[in-house]
């Protein structure tokens, strides 16, 4: 009887995939539509402009999983058919969403590039631009109709290279998770460091599990671009600001946070380049990153250790959250109050969505932090920069310092392309 089950089951699954690569084709051809706005606002207000849309070769994207049903980031676009079918849709977070937390954003106006990619469609399109309100539940920000007619092939202001084949398994590039990796502040005088730096970041992704057992469903490409100057703006006063690709220290204030606004040129010079994610090198030995959910990850260079870059990947590739707290920050704050979308993050509000499952029976909630579950999934306090009323799964993990990643962050980037 199994064994019939089973082969019913065999037989279904070339079907549900055929019929998912139908629904692709029907709606899309294989191309990526690159589409241009600016995300403005203030504090609790906030609206997108459509700048520009054009066209890429290829689509490097799954075309099996049209729609995000992961449920995390900050905001989320949906894209309708003229006959108003859901046809494609996906999370992300933004540098306009942290902005607007900061004391400027309560009476300033900010004004952020982003760059939202789909698969080109076949007809215009309508797209709904969602965010998420205070109490963490989707509220639409505008609807967007995209005459998809209009859009043409890009013409690169650069002279682009042909990007390095780092580690590709595969050109079927829409049925591996492509990565490209971005050197920033490289001058031409460079180029053998950059060669030597791109090697070094790619053996870095893949030198921690899961990452380490996944080479076969990763490729890596390194994009041949050069800076104006050599080495990374923001700490260093002798190296002048406004480059090409804008990456700088000090984002926000924040003296390591690493980070780009120039989201249009970014992506720019990405044009020949099949990638899903996105990893900035910066040519710099100053400690330093930043990671955005689905929008980038940046990390300076440390020939010894890759820690920080698979940090900050951990953030834009799978959206978990820090598990580190700064313990004079007790913020008594609507972080607690709700339970936060972060998969390895909890409030215990509603920790049925989160890691429940994985507790051994006996296990305290809270957990203390001793000896006795030093390796066991449990409910430890202190996480997303707070001590108290926010928690981890695990007492150490590479979301909170250069151990491996917990079991729960483990689950969460081995099944994060799936559910997607
Ligand atoms: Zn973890």
């Known amino acids: 009887m199994f064994k019939s089950i089973l082969s019913v089951l065999v037989f279904l699954f070339p079907i549900v995939l055929d019929a998912q690569e139908n629904a692709f084709n029907s709606n899309f051809s294989d191309n990526t539509l690159n589409i241009l706005c600016y995300h403005s606002g203030r504090k609790a207000m906030e609206y997108y402009s459509i700048e520009e849309t054009y066209i890429t070769k290829g689509y490097s994207g799954t ?10 980031g900050a905001h989320r676009i949906e894209v309708y058919s003229l006959s108003n079918s859901l046809i494609y849709s996906r999370n992300y977070c933004s540098l306009f969403e942290e902005w607007q937390t900061t004391p400027e954003a309560e009476n300033t106006c900010g004004n952020f590039e982003e760059v939202i990619r789909i698969p080109l469609p076949k007809e215009d399109v309508n797209i709904k631009f969602f965010s998420r309100d205070g109490l963490g539940k989707w509220f639409e ?20 290279y ?11 590039v829409s049925k591996k998770l492509d990565i490209v990796i971005v050197p920033a502040g490289y001058t031409q005088k460079d180029s053998l460091k950059m060669i030597s730096d791109l090697r070094l970041f790619t053996n870095f992704l893949f030198s921690k599990p ?95 250790n890759g820690f920080v870059l698979i940090h900050e990947f951990g953030h834009s590739f799978a959206g978990l959250g820090d598990e580190y707290s700064h313990n004079d920050i007790e913020v008594e ?20 969505l989160k890691w429940e499952y994985l507790l051994e029976k006996d296990t305290p909630v809270p957990t203390p932090l001793t000896k006795e579950y030093a390796n066991k999934v449990g409910v430890f306090e202190g996480a997303a920069y707070v001590s108290k009323g926010l928690y981890r799964p695990f007492q150490d993990c590479l979301m909170r310092s250069d151990k491996p990643f917990c079991p729960v962050c483990t689950i969460e980037i081995m099944t994060c392309p799936e559910k997607r």
């Not at 042909?162 to 079927?172: C, G, H, K, T």
């Not at 600001?241 to 003296?255: D, H, Q, R």
Request: charge should be neutral.
């Open 63 to 72: 075309k099996t999983k049209l729609l995000d049903n992961t449920n995390l």
């Open 141 to 160: 920000v505008e609807s967007k109709r995209i005459e998809v007619s209009k859009s043409y092939f890009k013409e690169p202001k650069h002279k682009l």
């Open 162 to 172: 042909a990007p390095y084949r780092l580690s590709v398994s595969s050109d079927e």
């Open 210 to 304: 899961p990452f380490s057992d996944a080479k076969n469903k990763i490729n890596v490409w390194g994009q041949c671009y050069f800076s104006e100057q050599c080495g990374i703006h923001g700490l260093d006063s002798t190296i002048q600001g406004n480059s090409f690709l804008g990456v700088s220290y000090n984002t926000f204030g924040s003296k390591r946070y690493v980070m780009t606004s120039n989201l249009f040129n970014l992506h720019e010079i990405l044009v020949n380049v099949p990638y899903d994610q996105i990893v900035i090198m910066c040519n710099s030995e100053v400690y330093g990153g930043g990671g955005i959910f689905n929008f980038y990850a940046t990390s300076y260079v440390n020939k010894d």
């Open 333 to 352: 704050g609507a972080k607690q109050e709700i339970e936060p979308w972060q998969k390895n993050v909890t409030s215990l509000k509603d920790f049925s």
